[in-house]
């Protein structure tokens, strides 16, 4: 059975940082690339940032770009989001997914998905 599990969010002050975690089975993690997408209320889906299967190549969308990174160990099947400065537009439901995507920014391009974890960036 498939499973992508995420956590590490949680409610943080503006310039905060958190780090989110995404804990997979079922599925050869260590050859799928692995996406991260946030969704804000009333606003669609959107990508955040991906990683591919040998870690050697990261992508960032550009409203994050020098804030977030994003990692994986492939000896535990994790992959981590660390997001650092973080604003109150970053306040979202953050997902992780698994694919081999042709374009990393189509949330339709990935096949697995976790159940999300909220972030809240408030003072």
């Known amino acids: 059975q498939v499973q992508l599990v995420e956590s590490g969010g949680g409610l943080v002050q503006p310039g905060g940082s958190l780090r989110l975690s995404c804990a997979a089975s079922?599925?050869?993690?260590?050859?799928?690339?692995i996406g991260w997408f946030r969704q804000a209320p009333g606003k669609e889906r959107e990508w955040v940032a991906t990683?591919?299967?040998?870690?050697?190549?990261?992508y960032f969308a550009e409203p994050v770009k020098g804030r977030f990174t994003i990692s994986r160990d492939n000896a535990k099947n994790t992959a981590y989001l660390q997001m650092n400065s973080l604003k109150p537009e970053d306040t979202a439901v953050y997902y992780c997914?698994?694919?081999?995507?042709?374009?990393?920014?189509?949330?339709?391009?990935?096949?697995?998905w976790g159940q999300g974890t909220q972030v809240t960036v408030s003072s």
């Open positions: 997914a698994a694919g081999w995507p042709t374009i990393v920014t189509l949330k339709d391009e990935y096949d697995y």
């Open positions: 990683i591919y299967a040998s870690g050697g190549s990261t």
């Open positions: 079922g599925f050869a993690f260590s050859r799928s690339n």
